[in-house]
């Protein structure tokens, strides 16, 4: 009788182990799909009157996840893919302003300012910029190019 129980365990064992391993690809899967690289992530902060707050991020794949909280059309969290030409014109775009070498903050101390928020990952180079007061130009330009690039009809409802 003790030789069947220890085969019996034996196979138990045995049929465990070879489940375990696609159980940890699947999440290992998952892991890997959620540490895609970001590219842009931009934030528009709401002040006290009706200014749109929302959050858009871009990742390198072309992803696009947008979350719109205050003052938007589309409130709640939206999908997209951008094309390849687009992530190109955006690459491109913020070479051309040297995006790198601009100042960190554009600030004044007035309260009820709205801020954008842009953190570009690009070439192994990362910035964060605070866009508050009198910003150049070329950055105010690429702010409205995330937009037109994001803020289109392609987005699509997530759960």
Do not use: W
């Not at 709401?46 to 996840?65: A, K, N, Q």
């Amino acid at each position: 009788m003790k030789p069947i129980l220890f085969l019996l365990l034996l196979f138990t064992l045995n049929a465990c182990k070879q489940t375990k391993p696609i159980k940890e690809n699947t999440s290992n899967t998952a892991t890997e799909t959620l540490k895609e690289t970001i590219f842009i992530s931009m934030e528009r902060t709401p002040c006290l009157g009706r200014c749109p707050g929302y959050t858009i991020t871009i990742y390198e794949t072309g992803m696009v996840i947008y979350e719109g909280r205050d003052f938007v059309e589309r409130e709640g969290k939206y999908s997209a893919m951008l094309s390849n030409d687009a992530m190109e014109e955006l690459k491109n775009y913020i070479n051309s302003i040297n995006f790198f070498n601009l100042k960190d903050k554009y600030d004044k101390e007035i309260t009820d300012i709205p801020s954008c928020i842009i953190a570009v990952s690009l070439d192994g180079k990362y910035k964060k910029i605070v866009d508050r007061y009198e910003a150049p130009d070329e950055l105010r330009r690429l702010e409205k190019l995330i937009d037109y690039y994001v803020l289109t009809d392609n987005l699509k409802k997530m759960n």
